[in-house]
């Protein structure tokens, strides 16, 4: 077991992989880097306000990102394909494709015909809510700068008299997602892309566009830079100040950052220009703590003070990290809704990857993408409430749980309580695996172990002892009902 820690901790450290992307039809998009890396380390926050909220958050362990933006009436990825890098995932597909400049103003009209007649954010929210979700991330502003919201500072947005949803009463579309989902009591995250690739200030018509970075040099023109400043300052004042409490500012787009803050993994984002894009993190952040004390601050990528946790994408870590972390994982096969092909991860695959990222002590960030009607796809819905069944038997071993060595054993997994005076061990069934009859305790976990009981089956387990080894007994009358779950949950008093 120790030598098995120490190859994935080497692992870790040898190998820096980030996923790029995940566009139709591909999972991720990663490159591995083999050089050593290691990771800058992690800036603890010293806000008061600011840790016990990441304390809080971190027991939330389970939350939704949606992505949805008039690039779902098309159904395409979300911005990226007004990129013009050479990449598999800005490819552009239909009618427009063929040139860039034809395309941009297609896509940009797109809000003419969007007109989401199913939107019904309550559907949205009690569905995560009752899967068992705290926390949702919704799409405020993505990469190609089309605001859900009625932002003052443009009128690229739903609410303009030239989007076709503005006519509809609930055309405000992030006032009327976080607020159906502060009704289910769960907690609101903001995301917000820094990039804009509509603003004049940041892909500038004088210059053609080259790829995902601003088109000209901030430091050779920076009133134009300053201008695009302020305009995200504006944009996250507003909504840091009207749309009511906010728990967390999720900042995509980690080209945008300070130059002391680039690493030889970044740098490639960056393009051969590798123009410095400065926003002005201290000022942002003052300006969101006064309108949100305490608000979580996610600068993705960026690390140091303004990355108040990290976000590794369509992955879970290797190692156990030792700061506060969120894996974003697709639900569907990507982060927009892809269409009627779309294929939904299975409830097997959900648990164990929600157990095993609470193992390692991260919270899951599952990815939905509405369609051009407004409404989750019907798998989703359907998995949602196969995945609320199961948390609302074995919640309490993932919620407010702590990491417990030695995490993660093949497909048994471990957790304890804050208080480590209740441990778990979790049984994860691979797909279409039956739950077994007998489940035998790791050799370094199994020493003190008293008494065991299967969560959502309250009757203390028999313990079988053999050579030293102990092995839990799972009772028949449990499988006969519940052998095709997708894991199962024992816990554990010590002596
Ligand atoms: C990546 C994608 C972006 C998406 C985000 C979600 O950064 O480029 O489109 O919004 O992942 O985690």
């Known amino acids: 077991m120790v030598k098995h820690k120490v190859l994935l901790l080497l692992l870790y450290f040898f190998t820096c992989q980030f996923a790029l992307h995940a566009a139709a039809g591909d999972t991720i998009h990663v490159i591995t880097q083999n050089k050593a890396s290691a990771e800058p380390p992690y800036d603890w926050p010293r806000d008061s306000l600011v840790s016990q909220n990441l304390k809080t958050w971190q027991d939330w362990k389970f939350g939704i990102l949606i992505h949805w933006g008039a690039y779902s ?10 990129c013009p890098e050479d990449e598999g995932w800005c490819v552009r597909r239909g009618p427009y494709s063929q040139d860039w400049y034809t395309y941009k103003k297609a896509y940009e009209d797109i809000r003419k015909t969007f007109y989401p007649g199913k939107f019904n954010p309550e559907h949205w929210a009690k569905a995560a809510h009752d899967a068992g979700m705290k926390y949702v991330v919704f799409t405020t502003k993505h990469h190609d700068g089309f605001c859900m919201f009625d932002t003052k500072f443009t009128d690229y947005k739903i609410t303009d008299p030239a989007s076709a949803f503005s006519k509809n009463p609930r055309s405000n579309v992030v006032k009327e997602v976080f ?3 502060r009704k289910e009591g769960m ?42 400043q302020k305009f995200t300052f504006n944009q996250i004042d507003e909504i840091t100040k009207e749309y009511g409490r906010i728990d967390i500012l999720w900042l995509d787009g980690g080209q945008v950052r300070p130059a002391n803050t680039l690493t030889d993994e970044i740098k490639p984002w960056l393009g051969k220009h590798m123009w410095i894009q400065d926003i002005d993190m201290p000022a942002i952040a003052k300006m969101a703590r006064k309108n949100q004390p305490g608000i979580l601050i996610v600068d993705r990528t960026v690390h140091g003070e303004y990355e108040n946790y990290r976000t590794p994408e369509q992955q879970i870590p290797s190692n156990v990290p030792a700061y ?13 809704h892809t269409g009627a092909g779309e294929h939904y991860k299975s409830l097997n695959w959900v648990i164990s990857t929600l157990v095993k990222i609470a193992a390692k002590g991260g919270n899951l960030l599952l990815g939905i993408g509405p369609d051009k009607t407004g409404e989750f796809a019907p798998e989703a819905y359907n998995r949602l409430q196969q995945i609320g069944e199961w948390m609302k038997v074995n919640g309490e071993a993932i919620y407010n749980s702590r990491p417990l060595a030695p995490y993660q054993d093949g497909n048994l997994c471990f957790t304890q309580s804050k208080d480590g005076k209740t441990k778990y061990l ?22 003190k172990v008293s008494e065991a009981m299967l969560l959502g089956h309250p009757q203390t387990l028999k313990i079988k002892i053999k050579d030293g080894k102990k092995t839990v007994i799972i009772p028949a009358s449990y499988l006969k009902t519940m052998a095709s779950a997708p894991a199962l949950v024992i816990r554990i008093t010590e002596k």
């Open 73 to 82: 009436e098309w159904g395409v990825v979300e911005s990226w394909s007004l």
């Open 179 to 181: 607020s159906a989902f």
């Open 187 to 228: 907690a609101i995250g903001a995301y917000f892309s820094k990039p804009d690739w509509h603003s004049q200030d940041y892909w500038w018509p004088y210059f053609p566009v080259l790829d995902r970075n601003v088109n000209y040099d901030p430091a050779k023109y920076p009133e134009r830079w300053k201008s695009f």
């Open 324 to 336: 506060p972390w969120e894996s974003c994982i697709t639900l569907g096969d990507s982060w927009y």
């Open 426 to 447: 979790f049984f994860l069934a691979k797909e279409n695996e039956t739950l077994p009859a007998s489940v035998d305790l790791p050799a370094g976990f199994a020493g």
